[in-house]
């Protein structure tokens, strides 16, 4: 199944298309990340009160099994939480070993899943700093689309006209939807998604296997190129994994239309899709910083500036954090390196704030 993340900007209906996903989908399940747990989303074992003995109960991505499982505010979660999740979003299934129960139950779900900036808004002279989420999260999903409030005047009026439209007709909106009068009604799309998901398991024809081998050796040797014109190794995220991605979206694609073969036409919008979402996040920076995407420049200054940290300030230590900041500026280090090394650290728990955050 296919992952996306969305991230973006407060306001641009991320949690609009959750829930309509969700209304839309055969099987879907929606939670928020605030209110969800690691065992509320695997598996939990509680005790029976009737028969006093320990049963399992099946959490968001058990329940969702053949559909969708959307998580909102999913930056808010808690970091062990988000852990809990990474074999079900890779291998589908989730293994559980509580209280004398061992077994392995099936998740195969989507998970579409959206998050707001660390600082609200997206800023793009931040970078890596906007997420705050491990790369091992990041790396499982097949898309991630960066969603940003762009003023565009022509596009804020029509988006006024629509929602004042729908204050203004409530009633009729409600009455046409019931009668089915819209393009395609809600109750018709989940048949639809369905059936494609029931009859349809579509293959990739030789053509369309040959044409994104090529692409796939293409992406590897256009990265390769780049470094060598510009001097600079930039790790553009295209591994197994990714090509991986790719063929589920090709095979999603084709079994949308019904078809028994994925052909170059799936093939060629599944890379349109790729390119358009993280491919882009990684090459404009949104994701510089994350491991996969970043400069191998950037990796090395971060190692030798938590060298240095580690060898000047010994065990046990208080030091301000302006402090460090300042000596580390001064050797001609960048700032952005400095803060992410105190961030990993941090994380780590090798480092700790004090006083309201102004020592470490």
């Known amino acids: 199944d296919v992952n996306l993340l969305l991230?973006?900007?407060?306001g641009t209906a991320k949690s609009q298309l959750l829930k309509f996903v969700e209304k839309a989908s055969p099987v879907g399940v929606y939670t928020s990340g605030k209110g969800s747990s690691a065992a509320g989303l695997t598996a939990s074992v509680v005790r029976d009160p009737m028969s006093r003995n320990f049963i399992?109960?099946?959490?968001?991505?058990?329940?969702?099994?053949?559909?969708?499982?959307?998580?909102?505010?999913?930056?808010?979660?808690?970091?062990?939480?988000?852990?809990?999740?990474?074999?079900?979003?890779?291998?589908?299934?989730?293994?559980?070993?509580?209280?004398?129960?061992?077994?392995?139950?099936?998740?195969?779900?989507?998970?579409?899943?959206?998050?707001?900036?660390?600082?609200?808004?997206?800023?793009?002279?931040?970078g890596e700093q906007n997420l705050d989420f491990m790369p091992t999260i990041l790396s499982r999903f097949d898309m991630i689309f960066?969603?940003?409030?762009?003023?565009?005047?022509?596009?804020?009026?029509?988006?006024?006209?629509?929602?004042?439209?729908?204050?203004?007709?409530?009633?009729?909106?409600?009455?046409?939807?019931?009668?089915?009068?819209?393009?395609?009604?809600?109750?018709?799309?989940?048949?639809?998604?369905?059936?494609?998901?029931?009859?349809?398991?579509?293959?990739?024809?030789?053509?369309?296997?040959?044409k994104l081998q090529n692409q796939y050796v293409l992406m590897?040797?256009?990265?390769?190129?780049?470094?060598?014109?510009?001097?600079?190794?930039?790790?553009?995220?295209?591994?197994?994994?990714?090509?991986?991605?790719?063929?589920?979206?090709?095979e999603a694609l084709a079994k949308l239309s019904l078809c028994p073969f994925a052909s170059d036409a799936h093939v060629d919008e599944a890379l349109r899709l790729f390119q358009v979402?993280?491919?882009?996040?990684?090459?404009?920076?949104?994701?510089?910083?994350?491991e996969g995407f970043s400069p191998v420049e950037d990796q090395d200054e971060i190692r030798r500036v938590e060298r240095q940290l580690k060898q000047r300030f010994p065990i046990g230590s208080q030091v301000s954090e302006q402090r460090i900041i300042q000596d580390f500026l001064r050797q001609k280090y960048s700032e952005a390196a400095v803060m992410k090394v105190i961030q990993i650290m941090l994380r780590r728990g090798e480092l700790q704030h004090r006083m309201q955050r102004k020592v470490l």
């Open 277 to 290: 979402s993280t491919l882009e996040a990684a090459s404009t920076g949104a994701l510089s910083g994350v």
């Open 7 to 10: 991230l973006g900007d407060p």
């Open 56 to 126: 399992m109960e099946g959490g968001a991505m058990v329940l969702a099994d053949g559909g969708v499982v959307c998580i909102d505010e999913f930056d808010k979660m808690r970091e062990d939480d988000r852990v809990a999740i990474h074999e079900a979003m890779e291998q589908q299934t989730i293994s559980i070993a509580k209280a004398g129960i061992t077994t392995t139950l099936n998740s195969r779900c989507s998970v579409l899943a959206a998050a707001n900036s660390v600082f609200g808004r997206w800023d793009d002279t931040k």
């Open 146 to 210: 960066i969603i940003k409030d762009q003023h565009d005047q022509e596009k804020d009026a029509r988006l006024a006209k629509h929602v004042l439209k729908v204050h203004l007709n409530a009633p009729d909106t409600d009455s046409e939807s019931q009668r089915g009068d819209t393009e395609i009604s809600i109750g018709f799309l989940k048949k639809f998604i369905a059936y494609c998901r029931n009859k349809c398991g579509p293959r990739m024809s030789p053509q369309a296997a040959e």
């Open 220 to 250: 590897r040797s256009g990265a390769r190129e780049h470094e060598r014109t510009t001097g600079k190794k930039i790790t553009i995220p295209i591994t197994v994994r990714q090509l991986e991605a790719i063929i589920r979206i090709a």
